[in-house]
C-alpha cells in the first residue's frame, strides 16, 4: 500500500502536533487511570466501565497512530507559493453568481477543512474548482441542487 501525502498549512501542521502531543502525555494517562479505577469494580468479564475505558484506550490509540501517519507523510505548504492563484492556504471572496451573496472560504488540506469555521479543501468540488484560479474568473461548480457559478472576487495569501 503507498502512503498516501497529507497537504497541511504550517498552522495546520501546529494543530496536528499539538493534538498527537496532547494525546501522548494526558490522554494515554487519563484512559490508563480509568482503567486502573474500573478493574476496581469488580470481575473484568461482566464490568461496564472496564470494557468501556478499553474502548476508549482503543480509539485513544486509533487517533495517535492516524496522526503519527499524518505527520510522517505531511507536505507543508506554504501560503506564498501561490503567485495570486488559488491555492492551499489562499483566503478567496466569492460571489454567487445566482443569489450575489458573497463568501469567503480558506483553501486547505482535506485534514484540516472544517466548513463551519470557512475553511475548506482543495479537494472538496469549490475548492477542487477554484484551484489555480485567479481573480475575475468564474468557476462551475456541481451540488446535490445543481450546478452553482461563482465569480472570484479576490485571492489573498
Given at each position: 500500500m503507498r502512503n498516501q501525502e497529507t497537504v497541511l498549512t504550517p498552522d495546520g501542521l501546529k494543530k496536528v502536533q499539538a493534538e498527537?502531543?496532547?494525546?501522548?502525555?494526558?490522554?494515554r494517562k487519563r484512559v490508563a487511570e480509568r482503567i486502573r479505577e474500573a478493574k476496581q469494580f469488580g470481575e473484568i468479564g461482566e464490568n461496564s466501565e472496564y470494557e468501556a475505558a478499553k474502548a476508549e484506550q482503543a480509539?485513544?490509540?486509533?487517533?495517535?497512530?492516524?496522526?503519527?501517519?499524518?505527520?510522517?507523510?505531511?507536505?507543508?505548504?506554504?501560503?506564498?507559493?501561490?503567485?495570486?492563484?488559488?491555492?492551499?492556504?489562499?483566503?478567496?471572496?466569492?460571489?454567487?453568481?445566482?443569489?450575489?451573496?458573497?463568501?469567503?472560504?480558506?483553501?486547505?488540506?482535506?485534514?484540516?477543512?472544517?466548513?463551519?469555521?470557512?475553511?475548506?479543501?482543495?479537494?472538496?468540488?469549490?475548492?477542487?474548482?477554484?484551484m489555480g484560479r485567479m481573480a475575475g474568473k468564474t468557476v462551475k461548480v456541481k451540488t446535490p441542487g445543481g450546478v452553482r457559478a461563482y465569480v472570484i472576487l479576490s485571492v489573498d495569501e
Amino acid at each position: 500500500m503507498r502512503n498516501q501525502e497529507t497537504v497541511l498549512t504550517p498552522d495546520g501542521l501546529k494543530k496536528v502536533q499539538a493534538e498527537l502531543d496532547e494525546l501522548k502525555s494526558v490522554g494515554r494517562k487519563r484512559v490508563a487511570e480509568r482503567i486502573r479505577e474500573a478493574k476496581q469494580f469488580g470481575e473484568i468479564g461482566e464490568n461496564s466501565e472496564y470494557e468501556a475505558a478499553k474502548a476508549e484506550q482503543a480509539q485513544t490509540e486509533g487517533r495517535i497512530e492516524t496522526l503519527q501517519y499524518l505527520l510522517q507523510n505531511a507536505v507543508i505548504v506554504d501560503k506564498h507559493e501561490n503567485d495570486g492563484k488559488v491555492g492551499i492556504g489562499s483566503i478567496v471572496r466569492l460571489r454567487d453568481a445566482d443569489s450575489g451573496e458573497e463568501l469567503h472560504y480558506e483553501i486547505v488540506g482535506a485534514e484540516e477543512a472544517d466548513p463551519a469555521e470557512h475553511r475548506i479543501s482543495n479537494q472538496s468540488p469549490l475548492g477542487e474548482a477554484l484551484m489555480g484560479r485567479m481573480a475575475g474568473k468564474t468557476v462551475k461548480v456541481k451540488t446535490p441542487g445543481g450546478v452553482r457559478a461563482y465569480v472570484i472576487l479576490s485571492v489573498d495569501e
